[in-house]
């Protein structure tokens, strides 16, 4: 007799069974390993915003009653140029004992249904490069590899920055962010004028002989 599969939105009874599905992608490949392990608490938190949110969906797959899978979908522009949105899918997993029922295959049938009813030409599948046998699916159904993702902390990229660059590009920066803290404060008070302060002058270092690599 064929597994039974059923596939949802998460719910906050989920908590547990999602904390464990993250656990296994971060010990495999990815950016997840680059965050903090959620906890139940968390969990629950992030699934009520998403009842709020009508462009995400956290979805679980169950094999047997039992929840074995997720995946979070997400309605974005596509580009900042085009009008059309794309449905992407996030952190598509099946857990090691229910492979090969077709829960990968009913996540992403999932997803493209949701992309059809919001009118969503494209469908995008964030994998990890060197996940061979997720790639070899998701192959499989269609889809081609057109971006590789690169993950860091903010902090460790400007630490980066502040190492490889010099230093005028660091004022730069810090020039940007006061200039967003304040349109920001401008936005929440109306009655306020905003000036920009002058920028400055920034030298374009060399680039360094690692680029591209």
């Known amino acids: 007799m ?3 599969i059923e596939v949802r939105d998460a719910r ?5 069974a999602l904390v464990t599905l993250w656990g296994e992608m971060s010990t495999g490949t990815g950016h997840q390993r680059v965050l ?3 906890t139940p608490e968390s969990v629950r938190a992030s699934i009520a915003r998403l009842d709020d949110d009508p462009a995400g969906r956290l979805v679980v797959g169950e094999l047997d009653g039992r929840v074995s899978a997720m995946v979070y979908l997400r309605r974005t522009p596509i580009s ?3 009008p059309e ?3 992407t899918v996030e952190y598509l997993h099946v857990t090691d004992h229910a492979r090969r029922h077709g829960l990968g295959k009913a996540l992403v049938a999932e997803a493209a249904a949701w992309a059809e009813h919001e ?4 469908l995008g599948v964030v994998a990890p490069s060197i996940a061979r046998e997720a790639n070899r699916f998701l192959a499989r159904l269609g889809l081609s590899q057109a971006a590789v993702l690169r993950f860091a902390g903010t902090h460790a990229v400007r630490r980066r920055l502040a190492a490889d660059h010099a230093p005028n590009l660091l004022a730069m920066l810090s ?3 006061s200039v967003i803290a304040r349109r920001a404060q401008l936005g929440r008070h109306p009655e306020l004028t905003f000036q920009a302060e002058p920028e400055p002058d920034v030298t374009v270092p060399a680039e360094p ?3 591209g690599t």
């Open 2 to 4: 064929a597994a039974a």
């Open 36 to 38: 903090p392990t959620p």
């Open 80 to 82: 900042p140029l085009h």
């Open 85 to 87: 949105d794309t449905m």
């Open 12 to 16: 906050p009874d989920d908590a547990a």
């Open 175 to 177: 020039s940007r962010r």
């Open 209 to 211: 002989g690692s680029a």
């Open 119 to 122: 009118s969503c030409p494209y």
